[in-house]
Protein backbone atom coordinates (compact mmCIF):
# COMPACT_ATOMS: atom_id res chain seq x y z
CA UNK A 1 0.00 0.00 0.00
CA UNK A 2 1.59 3.20 -1.37
CA UNK A 3 1.55 6.07 1.61
CA UNK A 4 2.48 9.60 1.92
CA UNK A 5 2.85 10.49 5.35
CA UNK A 6 3.63 14.23 6.41
CA UNK A 7 4.67 16.20 9.33
CA UNK A 8 6.03 19.21 10.89
CA UNK A 9 2.64 21.70 10.14
CA UNK A 10 1.67 23.88 13.32
CA UNK A 11 0.87 27.65 14.66
CA UNK A 12 3.69 30.07 13.75
CA UNK A 13 4.46 33.86 14.26
CA UNK A 14 4.57 36.22 11.28
CA UNK A 15 8.29 35.72 10.28
CA UNK A 16 8.53 32.26 12.00
CA UNK A 17 10.70 29.11 10.06
CA UNK A 18 8.82 25.76 9.71
CA UNK A 19 9.84 22.61 8.24
CA UNK A 20 7.39 20.22 6.71
CA UNK A 21 8.53 16.55 6.03
CA UNK A 22 6.81 13.67 3.33
CA UNK A 23 7.91 10.06 4.16
CA UNK A 24 7.05 7.68 1.26
CA UNK A 25 6.54 4.06 1.72
CA UNK A 26 4.97 1.25 -0.38
CA UNK A 27 6.88 1.60 -3.69
CA UNK A 28 10.24 3.84 -5.01
CA UNK A 29 9.47 7.10 -5.51
CA UNK A 30 13.49 7.82 -6.51
CA UNK A 31 12.13 8.62 -10.53
CA UNK A 32 9.27 10.35 -9.33
CA UNK A 33 8.65 13.83 -9.09
CA UNK A 34 7.95 14.79 -5.26
CA UNK A 35 6.71 18.32 -3.73
CA UNK A 36 3.94 20.07 -1.89
CA UNK A 37 0.50 21.39 -2.50
CA UNK A 38 -1.56 23.79 -0.29
CA UNK A 39 -5.32 24.83 0.15
CA UNK A 40 -5.83 27.77 2.05
CA UNK A 41 -9.83 28.07 3.58
CA UNK A 42 -12.59 28.53 0.25
CA UNK A 43 -9.43 28.38 -2.11
CA UNK A 44 -8.24 25.67 -4.83
CA UNK A 45 -5.15 22.87 -3.72
CA UNK A 46 -2.29 25.00 -5.41
CA UNK A 47 1.57 24.00 -5.99
CA UNK A 48 3.91 25.30 -3.91
CA UNK A 49 7.22 23.28 -4.75
CA UNK A 50 8.39 19.99 -6.49
CA UNK A 51 11.83 18.24 -6.90
CA UNK A 52 11.93 17.17 -10.73
CA UNK A 53 13.53 14.37 -11.31
CA UNK A 54 15.78 14.79 -14.26
CA UNK A 55 16.61 11.14 -15.10
CA UNK A 56 20.55 11.49 -13.51
CA UNK A 57 20.04 10.89 -10.16
CA UNK A 58 19.46 14.13 -9.50
CA UNK A 59 16.44 16.51 -8.77
CA UNK A 60 15.82 20.36 -9.47
CA UNK A 61 13.60 22.13 -7.57
CA UNK A 62 11.17 24.38 -8.77
CA UNK A 63 8.89 27.13 -6.78
CA UNK A 64 5.48 28.92 -7.41
CA UNK A 65 6.50 32.50 -7.31
CA UNK A 66 4.60 33.26 -4.00
CA UNK A 67 7.01 30.92 -2.43
CA UNK A 68 10.16 31.77 -4.23
CA UNK A 69 13.52 33.12 -2.22
CA UNK A 70 11.43 31.80 1.32
CA UNK A 71 10.79 28.12 0.91
CA UNK A 72 13.70 25.44 0.20
CA UNK A 73 12.54 21.49 -0.76
CA UNK A 74 14.90 19.11 -1.28
CA UNK A 75 14.98 15.13 -1.50
CA UNK A 76 16.29 12.43 0.85
CA UNK A 77 15.96 8.73 1.52
CA UNK A 78 17.24 7.93 -1.96
CA UNK A 79 14.60 10.11 -2.98
CA UNK A 80 12.15 8.18 -1.17
CA UNK A 81 11.01 12.14 1.24
CA UNK A 82 10.89 15.40 0.38
CA UNK A 83 11.10 18.22 3.21
CA UNK A 84 9.84 21.91 2.62
CA UNK A 85 11.89 24.05 4.62
CA UNK A 86 9.63 27.24 4.88
CA UNK A 87 11.62 30.83 6.26
CA UNK A 88 9.88 34.17 7.32
CA UNK A 89 6.40 32.75 7.11
CA UNK A 90 3.50 35.21 6.12
CA UNK A 91 -0.25 35.25 6.82
CA UNK A 92 -1.06 34.13 3.34
CA UNK A 93 0.64 31.06 4.11
CA UNK A 94 -1.78 29.35 5.97
CA UNK A 95 -3.26 26.44 4.60
CA UNK A 96 -3.41 22.77 4.94
CA UNK A 97 -0.11 21.30 2.93
CA UNK A 98 -0.29 18.27 0.90
CA UNK A 99 3.01 16.12 0.10
CA UNK A 100 2.44 14.73 -3.58
CA UNK A 101 3.75 12.34 -5.86
CA UNK A 102 3.40 12.45 -9.57
CA UNK A 103 5.24 10.93 -12.49
CA UNK A 104 4.93 13.89 -14.51
CA UNK A 105 5.65 17.64 -14.00
CA UNK A 106 3.56 18.62 -10.49
CA UNK A 107 3.62 22.59 -11.37
CA UNK A 108 1.64 21.58 -13.99
CA UNK A 109 -1.31 21.50 -11.45
CA UNK A 110 -3.13 18.43 -9.54
CA UNK A 111 -4.35 16.44 -12.78
CA UNK A 112 -0.44 15.40 -12.31
CA UNK A 113 -0.51 13.84 -9.06
CA UNK A 114 -0.59 10.24 -8.74
CA UNK A 115 -0.34 9.98 -5.08
CA UNK A 116 -1.84 12.28 -2.24
CA UNK A 117 -0.68 12.51 1.71
CA UNK A 118 -3.16 13.30 3.92
CA UNK A 119 -2.44 17.23 4.88
CA UNK A 120 -0.78 19.11 7.70
CA UNK A 121 -2.08 22.26 9.01
CA UNK A 122 0.26 25.10 9.12
CA UNK A 123 -1.26 28.55 10.48
CA UNK A 124 0.58 31.74 10.47
CA UNK A 125 -0.57 34.38 13.39
CA UNK A 126 -0.24 37.80 13.50
Known amino acids: QVQLVESGGGLVQVGDSLRLSCAAS????????MGWFRQAPGKERAFVAE???????????HYADSVRGRFTIFRGNAGNSVTLEMNNLQPEDTAVYYC????????????????WGQGTQVTVSS
Open 100 to 115: AAGSSALQRGTGSVNY
Open 26 to 33: GRTFSSYF
Open 51 to 61: TAWTGQNTYYP
